[in-house]
Structure formats: C-alpha cells, structure tokens
C-alpha cells in the first residue's frame, strides 16, 4: 500500500511560481505512471501532466511550456514545478501514482490571485 502526501500549495500573485511535492510512504520506483491532476471549483477533474517510468512525459495544452513534472526515486517524492502561473490555474492539485492499482493523494489547494 502506497500513500501519497501533496504539499506545496498556496496563494501566489498571477505571474508567479509554485512547487508542488507529492511524497510516498513506499517506494514509488516501481510505479509505472505518475501525474498530476487539477479540479477547479464546478469543473471535472483533468490531467495536468503525466510521467512515464521511462522518462517520457505528457502535459495539457494549458500547461505547456509552464510546467514541469518531475520525479526522484531516491526521495520517493514526484514534482510539479509551476511558473508563469495564471488565475484559470487555481484549483485543488492532486497527484496520483500507477502500479497495479492507482493511488491517490489528497489534494494541495492552489489560488492565483492578485
């Protein structure tokens, strides 16, 4: 059983940068996939950016060339570095791990606001 803990999140001014951390309680080295999703207040929960056990990643339109995801096995901690960041980007942030079954965390809020 792995848990995952995001933390990183808070209020930034339009413009700015956060980073966002998701730590595991286990090895995350077996995980095959990794992401990072977002739920706005009255919206869906949608894809941000995902990282393949390979290296290989994937963004939404809406993020690209902002943001990046990353992880450290040695740390069993994945990334969202996030810069340029806009009020459309305020949500809750939630990262997710895949092995055999998914694994969710709880969510860190995100609020871009002047």
């Known amino acids: 059983q792995v848990q995952l803990v995001e933390s990183g999140g808070g209020l930034v001014q339009p413009g700015g940068s956060l980073r966002l951390s998701c730590a595991a309680s286990?090895?995350?080295?077996?995980?095959?996939?990794m992401a990072w999703h977002r739920q706005a207040p009255g919206k869906q929960r949608e894809l941000v950016a995902r990282l393949l056990i390979g290296g290989s990643t994937v963004y939404a339109d809406s993020v690209k060339g902002r943001f990046t995801i990353s992880r450290d096995n040695t740390k069993n901690t994945m990334y969202l570095q996030m810069n340029s960041l806009k009020p459309e980007d305020t949500a809750v942030y939630y990262c997710?791990?895949?092995?055999?079954?998914?694994?969710w965390g709880q969510g860190t809020q995100v609020t871009v606001s002047s």
């Open positions: 286990g090895s995350i080295f077996s995980m095959n996939t």
């Open positions: 997710s791990a895949f092995s055999t079954q998914t694994y």
